[in-house]
């Protein structure tokens, strides 16, 4: 596929995984990068005073260092007191406000809206109830504008007609429950409901599922109607295309934001959780190991509960990939921003889940990793000469990969974190750019006359971006036409490039490199020595 770009319950319905946090001594739910501390104990003040009385906590040395003592009154950016200065990071828009916004304020404003944490803070403030609960062990439901994030307790699913009626395989479709087949004892509000049903598809809201909730006459756990109560706090996901990279990272950047979302309790970081995949397929992708950043347990498909009533004591309904200005498939990216708090967060959160780390580097050679694929087209037809001559030079390291199959997802990553510039034709591997470090160069070689794709995605990650400038010197090896349609298409077809030129903008990337202040800063970092125990 190409790339495209209320009211709060008085009873809490968010995932709940420590109900006190005597429960949660061992404080592993945490588990977050340690810039990230400042702010998720800011949220927990009675969290953070019982760690820093309590000796065993892990987190007590970070939390009296004073590296966090100044950044106390840091926060996320969602939070309704959150000033500006105190954000987790804050965008910039050094382009000019062209297009849909008169100032520079409101281009500003626009971008933290659409692609930072200002669209969580959206989401929260227009989550409204659509099912609310009387007493305190009722289901309730509650819903951000058209259904994009849900979440619940107590409900009730119906997949009996999985197994009676269903034969076919099932994903992305839209009729997998009928009326009556979901559902919450709560005060159901029908029309306020019904008026968030705008967008039916099956990857930009929750409306095919949830057009068919209903009242249940009594709570259906306690009435004996569940054959299986998930215990657990669960997400049920719809998911893209497991396969690709770019696709399936929307499914896992989604699921991150609604953990902000969701963030009202302690534990709602934590992985003791339940993930149910929207479809019959058993889950399977090359990325399968980055849920283990959000869960410790096996991936459920709806093959697992065929014929079965199952009830969830807390369930989530996240985000989804391909809303309709959503993240960050159809994001429509402000003209001039860049730097997303939202997506450093996330690209920050996942590294340290994975245990990625940057490792230390004998010298200052700039970092050079260079992509190369293993399909029928998108081949550079003389990639073997385009790596002599940058692997000549002295002031570069340079190695050639295959982010294939034989190489683990969280090995590629360690690879990607550890480059300074990043190169390789257009695809879905380029994806890897929200793992790069903040000083790298992404170096597209060549776009295929898709030039915005992992150009709004770098920008949306705050890395550089830099793409062939010259098309003169590129020679693709024929015209190029779409397998399935009788038309030209550049994607189909493989190239050569000017090897002058290619080092020309290697050296151009690499000037972009050694000039940012961050990679001087880690240059004569810590890096390699010790780190401090109170840096975060």
């Not at 896992?252 to 979302?261: E, T």
């Not at 490792?359 to 385009?386: A, H, M, V, W």
């Amino acid at each position: 596929m190409g790339c495209v770009r209320g009211a709060v319950l008085a009873i809490s319905v968010a995932i709940v995984l420590c109900t006190r946090y005597a429960a949660c001594e061992k404080y592993d739910y945490i588990n977050l990068p340690k810039a990230h501390l400042p702010m998720y104990f800011k949220r927990f003040p009675a969290l953070e005073k019982q760690c820093v009385e309590n000796e065993a906590c892990p987190y007590r040395a970070v939390i009296t260092s004073q590296s966090y003592q100044n950044r106390k009154d840091a926060c996320w950016g969602y939070e309704e007191s959150c000033t500006e200065r105190n954000r987790y990071a804050n965008h910039t828009c050094p382009g000019s406000h062209v297009g849909y916004v008169k100032s520079k304020q409101a281009q500003l404003d626009t971008f933290y809206s659409q692609a930072d944490f200002g669209f969580v803070r959206d989401q929260i403030r227009e989550t409204r109830i659509m099912c609310e609960p009387q007493f305190p062990h009722d289901s309730s439901l509650e819903c951000s504008k058209y259904l994009r994030f849900c979440r619940g307790r107590n409900l009730m699913i119906n997949f009996t007609d999985l197994a009676q009626r269903r034969s076919e395989p099932l994903r992305y479709k839209m009729d997998v429950l009928g009326p009556g087949q979901i559902g919450g004892h709560c005060r159901l509000h029908g029309e306020r409901l019904r008026d968030e049903l705008q967008h039916i598809s099956p990857l930009q809201s929750w409306g095919p599922e949830l057009r068919f909730f209903e009242r249940l006459e009594r709570p259906p756990i306690e009435d004996g109607r569940c054959d299986v109560v998930i215990e657990k706090p669960a997400f049920i996901m719809k998911i893209d295309a497991a396969i690709n990279m770019y696709h399936h990272f929307c499914d896992f950047l989604n699921l991150y934001a609604s953990l902000h979302v969701n963030l009202s309790q302690p534990g709602a970081f934590g992985t003791d959780t339940h993930v149910l995949i929207w479809e019959s397929f058993t889950y399977l992708s090359p990325f399968a190991e980055t849920f283990k950043v959000f869960t410790k347990n096996p991936i459920a498909d709806l093959k697992t509960y065929a014929g079965k009533v199952v009830c969830f004591r807390n369930v989530v309904l996240p985000l989804l990939p391909r809303m309709i200005f959503g993240l960050y498939y159809n994001t429509p990216i402000i003209y001039g921003c860049e730097n997303s708090g939202l997506f450093h967060a996330f690209s920050e959160h996942v590294l340290h889940r994975l245990k990625v780390r940057m490792s230390s580097r004998p010298d200052d050679r700039i970092r050079i990793t260079f992509l190369s694929r293993q399909t029928r087209y998108r081949k550079i037809l003389n990639e073997d000469d385009l790596m002599d001559r940058i692997a000549a030079n002295p002031n570069y390291a340079v190695q050639r990969v295959s982010y294939g199959h034989e190489l683990s997802f969280v090995e590629q990553l360690r690879i990607t974190r550890n480059s300074d510039i990043f190169i390789g034709m257009h695809g879905a591997g380029l994806t890897h750019l929200l793992f790069l470090p903040k000083w790298a160069t992404l170096f597209e070689l060549y776009h295929c006359e898709d030039p915005n794709c992992y150009r709004d995605l770098a920008r949306l990650r705050g890395v550089h971006y830099l793409t062939w400038e010259r098309d003169h010197l590129v020679y693709p090896e024929g015209e190029g036409k779409h397998p399935e349609r009788d038309e030209r298409h550049a994607k189909f077809t493989n190239y050569a490039f000017d090897v002058d030129e290619f080092e020309r903008l290697v050296a151009k990337a690499a000037d972009q490199v050694r000039n940012h202040k961050e990679f001087r800063k880690f240059l004569h970092s810590k890096t390699n020595r010790p780190t401090k125990k109170d840096e975060l």
